[in-house]
């Protein structure tokens, strides 16, 4: 079982940028802890595609999110993280 704890109109601002962006959510968590997570803040389906861990390149002993592998241009690419 999960419990989230959102953020003021995190709703609302997942929903509209669904509606005007390709959003896709990546992070080096493992899907079978991110996915729970991810399907509690996205009830619009904002997040065309969620990216886990084993997406992610293993450099240096850390997981690297590589976003030319997303095969998108990069200039046109915004990150929103915590």
């Known amino acids: 079982q999960v419990y989230v704890l959102k953020r003021p109109h995190v709703d609302e601002f997942l929903q509209r940028m669904g509606e005007l962006f390709e959003c896709v959510l ?3 968590s493992l899907a079978k802890y991110a996915d729970p997570v991810a399907d509690l803040l996205d009830k619009w389906g904002a997040f065309r ?10 450099h240096r002993g850390n997981y690297v999110k590589d976003l030319s592998r997303l095969g998108r241009d990069l200039r046109r690419i915004i990150i929103v993280d915590n």
């Open 26 to 28: 990546f992070t080096a």
């Open 49 to 58: 595609a969620r990216l886990f861990r084993e997406s992610c390149v293993f």
